[in-house]
């Protein structure tokens, strides 16, 4: 080959290299400008996004959505801050206002029938304890507002005081509205125990004598922001709740004097947003339900204890051995939505009906008046009286004070008093 043809074909090479770079810088160019083009398109188009997010997930689910291959456990030595926490019985107290405090059950003594009381909190003029009763410290409180909603807490996050104390306000420790309050409270030992929760239920009643149940289980899963347990209609809030057996009386009692004993079959489970069915009915706009307990039908030794404003109270038996030494309700059993029969006699002097509690002869007493005072006793030393009475003189209360609220309180081992001795109620 001559000098001249090597040089064309080295020319030939070099233009064909050239086109060949230049084709492929235009190629680059237009898949560049392609996916500019198409970024602007996802990022002026949020359906767009959207769809691509959605699309690589199933992707991912659907080459790496297998079953989890490692086990996830708990260490067998790893402890929770419940371990950590004493155990032992503590009383609860909750204010009108909305403060709550624990404080040691050993700090409250006994006393005898009709005595002064101590001062069991330090509260505003305008303040007083509206709910009293013990729990232990690794039990879980439900606490159910007027407007029917439900919260959980536990009593070791309770801020510990001493008797005298005012407590902390509770909007500091669960989501509570301004404009609603704690109406009652619920103890619940084991609330993540399956069995626990098995056939038991949370029966509520409201002023107005309506009535509801729901199963325990549709509150067993906690919720910071708190869940509906009941829909309240307007000029109605919720009074009382207790936990059944799902084979019970309930007995509710209303300001009038009169109380209402009916079989629980006769309330229907619902869900916790149903509004529920009528309990007892009413004497006029003025009259409310002042109580609700609920009692099994294996336990014949409760009694049904009912307190008066104005400080008289009684105890009288929920049932009675016939002469064929069968058991039978002292209160006659009817359908839900009746007046019922009356239980106290209600007079000038007694006041109206403030409270209801079933109790047993070993229990304690707890009441507390709206100045603050509060007063424990032993039921024992209750006198026994028919359903028609006025019943006897509890505590002494000054003009123009009353009953705030009443509590049961369980047998305890001993009950100290101010000098260190044991003070042993007599009969009066």
């Known amino acids: 080959m001559s000098e001249i043809q090597a040089k064309a074909v080295l020319e030939l090479r070099l233009q064909r290299l050239t086109g060949m770079e230049r084709d492929k810088i235009r190629e680059e160019h237009a898949e ?8 602007k398109e996802i990022l002026g188009n949020e359906d767009l996004r959207y769809q691509i997010i959605k699309d690589e997930l199933l992707d991912v689910q659907k080459r790496f959505g297998d079953e989890r291959k490692s086990e996830i456990q708990y260490l067998a030595n790893e402890m929770s801050i419940e371990d950590l926490i004493e155990e032992e019985d503590v009383v609860i107290t909750v204010s009108h206002l909305g403060y709550i405090k624990r404080t040691s059950a050993a700090e409250y003594r006994a006393q005898r029938r009709g005595g002064r009381g101590a001062k069991g909190s330090s509260t505003r003029q305008e303040d ?10 690794h039990h879980t409180l439900l606490f159910f507002t007027e407007k ?25 420790l669960i989501q509570i509205p301004p404009d609603d309050k704690i109406r009652t409270v619920v103890d619940i030992a084991k609330l993540e125990d399956k069995e626990t929760l098995e056939g038991r239920y949370i029966v509520l009643c409201t002023k107005k004598g309506i009535i509801k149940k729901t199963k325990l289980e549709d509150f067993s899963r906690p919720r910071q922001s ?50 529920g069915v009528s309990g007892i009915d009413l004497d006029d706009e003025n009259d409310k339900v002042v109580g609700m307990i609920c009692l099994s039908r294996n336990d014949d030794s409760r009694q049904v204890l009912v307190v008066s404003e104005k400080g008289l109270g009684k105890r009288t038996p929920f049932a009675e051995q016939n002469e064929a030494g069968e058991w039978e309700t002292t209160y006659r059993i009817t359908n839900r939505g009746g007046k019922g029969v009356k239980t106290i006699n209600i007079t000038e002097k007694t ?25 424990r006793m032993r039921v024992e030393d209750i006198r026994e009286a028919g359903r028609a009475t006025q019943g006897v003189k509890l505590i002494n209360i000054d003009d123009g004070d009353e009953i705030a609220a009443i509590a049961r309180i369980e047998e305890q081992e001993e009950d100290e008093v101010e000098d260190g001795e044991t003070e042993t109620a007599t009969e009066e």
């Open 128 to 137: 007083y304890i509206e709910h009293l009763f013990v729990a232990s410290t």
């Open 32 to 39: 560049i400008m392609k996916l500019i083009a198409h970024l």
């Open 226 to 275: 708190g869940v509906n347990a009941i829909t309240i209609v307007d000029g109605d809030e919720l009074l009382d709740v207790a936990i059944t057996d799902g084979n019970s009386y309930i007995m509710m009692a209303v300001a009038s004097g009169r109380a209402i004993c009916f079989e629980e079959e006769k309330v229907r489970p619902t869900g916790r947003g149903a509004i």
């Open 148 to 172: 029917g909603r439900c919260y959980w807490l536990k009593v070791y996050e309770i801020p510990e005081a001493d008797r005298s104390a005012k407590g902390r306000a509770i909007q500091n």
């Open 351 to 375: 006041g109206a009906l403030v409270g209801l509690l079933a109790v047993e002869e070993k229990d304690d007493l707890m009441i507390t008046c709206k100045s603050g005072i509060t007063i």
